[in-house]
Nanobody, 121 residues
Framework: QVQLVESGGGLVQAGGSLRLSCAAS????????MAWFRQAPGKQREFVAS????????YYATSVKGRFTISRDDAKKRVSLQMNSLKPEDTAVYYC??????????????WGQGTQVTVSS
């Protein structure tokens, strides 16, 4: 079992950057694909980015491609999301997730509690 705790959210102006982190507990972190999702007020949760167990493959939603970068550090049991050139439409609660496969439509078994990102215009 994996427990996930996100951090790094906050308020930033449009064009700015934030780095989200997700700390995992449990001995099997390296066996999980990791992903970030987000949910804006009044909207459904949507996929943002994912990374494979090996870290060699990543996948991004079209809306964030070229601006966001997902990475993982298995030694520290941590996955990060570097967010650059932020836009007001990136405002959402961001969730970290772990699952057996790294695809955007794959089921993710474990979820964090979320961290708020607010981008002001």
């Amino acid at each position: 079992q994996v427990q996930l705790v996100e951090s790094g959210g906050g308020l930033v102006q449009a064009g700015g950057s934030l780095r989200l982190s997700c700390a995992a507990s449990g001995r099997t972190f390296s066996t999980y694909a990791m992903a970030w999702f987000r949910q804006a007020p009044g909207k459904q949760r949507e996929f943002v980015a994912s990374i494979s167990q090996s870290g060699s493959t990543s996948y991004y939603a079209t809306s964030v491609k070229g601006r966001f970068t997902i990475s993982r550090d298995d030694a520290k049991k941590r996955v990060s999301l570097q967010m650059n050139s932020l836009k007001p439409e990136d405002t959402a609660v961001y969730y970290c997730a772990a699952g057996p496969n790294w695809g955007p439509k794959s089921p993710y078994d474990y979820w964090g509690q979320g961290t708020q990102v607010t981008v002001s215009s």
